[in-house]
């Protein structure tokens, strides 16, 4: 819609990397505060943000690139050009989940307990994120004349990122209250990726930017049910579990 924000001289401010930042610094921030609340240092999860913030980009952007591999092979320049959009959300989990984890592992802090802390925020990131989609015309849903004009595409097309960021919102909502509820270590981080795949199981339906695999579904609906099965037996286990 707006991909473009201004440009100063040689300069170009671009909405998507504009959106990312303040995903990052709100959801830092609030995380932060209640890591104070909870008398765990805030320097410590601002930090922790920073690291799962770009390690997670990097995931996004690879596992990116490989789904369009034949296009990246034919514009490589164009693979380090983030202000063009093209990020995938599981390939974020996937290298910003591991660099998260080493970081804890030297910090000596409980894995779970910070994954808790930070999940509620995360899925608010994921949601200010969705706006810079929005802006930037990528992550677009299939033709609908109830839709909404992309002047990128062309075309009048489903909102999907307007969808998916509601719906990150409302599981923003419901883990900040389960958060403030007495629960055992890791029911909040599996509440996020069982809420999550479900969202991404059903915005894929109205989404047009990606193939079908098989069963009529995308990769990302197979990996959201895979993600779905393992967050479910977790959480199962979690409840069963006496300590």
Same mark, same amino acid.
């Given at each position: 819609?707006? @991909? ?52 997670? =980009? ?103 990122? =307007? ?18 509820? @007495? ?14 795949? =479900? ?27 895979? =993600? ?16």
């Amino acid at each position: 819609m707006y @991909p473009i924000i201004c440009k100063i001289g040689p300069f170009t401010i671009y909405s998507y990397g504009i959106m990312l930042a303040v995903a990052f610094m709100v959801s830092s921030t609030l995380a932060a505060f209640q890591a104070k609340k909870q008398k765990i240092n805030p320097d410590i999860i601002f930090n922790l943000f920073f690291i799962v913030f770009i390690f997670g =980009i990097i995931g996004a952007r690879i596992l990116y690139v490989i789904e369009n591999i034949t296009y990246y092979l034919k514009n490589p320049l164009q693979i380090v050009m983030l202000q063009l959009g093209g990020l995938s959300w599981f390939g974020g989990l996937m290298l910003g989940f591991f660099s998260g984890t080493v970081f804890l592992k030297k910090k000596k802090l409980s894995i779970y307990r910070i994954l808790d802390l930070m999940s509620p925020f995360v899925a608010l990131g994921q949601a200010i994120g969705r706006i810079g989609c929005l802006l930037n015309g990528c992550c677009f849903g299939k033709f609908s004349k109830f839709g909404i004009y992309f002047p990128v595409h062309k075309l009048v097309l489903i909102p999907t990122q =307007i969808y998916s960021s509601l719906a990150l919102i409302f599981i923003f909502i419901i883990l900040r209250f389960l958060q403030d509820k @007495p629960r055992r270590e890791g029911e909040i981080f599996f509440a996020y990726l069982l809420f999550y795949s =479900i969202k991404r199981f059903f915005i894929e339906f109205w989404r047009a930017d990606n193939e079908i695999i098989i069963f009529g579904l995308t990769l990302f609906q197979l990996m959201s049910i895979a =993600i779905f099965c393992l967050a479910a037996w977790e959480i199962l286990l979690i409840k069963k579990s006496k300590k």
